[in-house]
């Protein structure tokens, strides 16, 4: 499968941004999906992930509140959108598939066997 990240972008402290994470290839059904987000000089970092029916979400303490994900099998459509965001939420954030069957909303970004390529989210204080 591969992934497409859009919809970053400049905003400012308290403002909302939505995200959106294309799949082609496969049908995005057949994936746990997650959002990761990386700053340079650290390690990528977890953000949000959802099940491949929707039914469950998890979520890092720091988003939690704040982001939501959700996903579109039939659009083959990913999203992250964020409200109330802080200067501290500014990375390129990423989408991922993981492909494990039998696992379900892992936080681990090894786990994700396919990546898009990024999206930037500046948020100025």
């Known amino acids: 499968v591969q992934l497409q990240a859009s919809g970053g972008g400049l905003v400012q402290a308290g403002g909302s941004l939505r995200l959106s994470c294309a799949a082609s290839?496969?049908?995005?059904?057949?994936?746990?999906m997650g959002w990761f987000r990386q700053v340079p000089g650290k390690e990528r970092e977890f953000v949000a992930t959802?099940?491949?029916?929707?039914?469950?979400?998890g979520y890092a303490d720091s988003v939690k509140g704040r982001f939501t994900i959700s996903r579109d099998n039939a659009k083959n459509m990913v999203y992250l959108q964020m409200n109330s965001l802080k200067p501290e939420d500014t990375a390129l954030y990423y989408c991922?598939?993981?492909?494990?069957?039998?696992?379900?909303?892992?936080?681990?970004?090894?786990?994700?066997?396919?990546w898009g390529q990024g999206t930037q989210v500046t948020v100025s204080s």
């Open positions: 290839g496969r049908t995005l059904s057949w994936y746990t």
């Open positions: 959802i099940d491949r029916s929707s039914g469950s979400t």
């Open positions: 991922a598939a993981d492909p494990a069957f039998a696992r379900r909303l892992s936080q681990d970004s090894n786990d994700y066997s396919y």
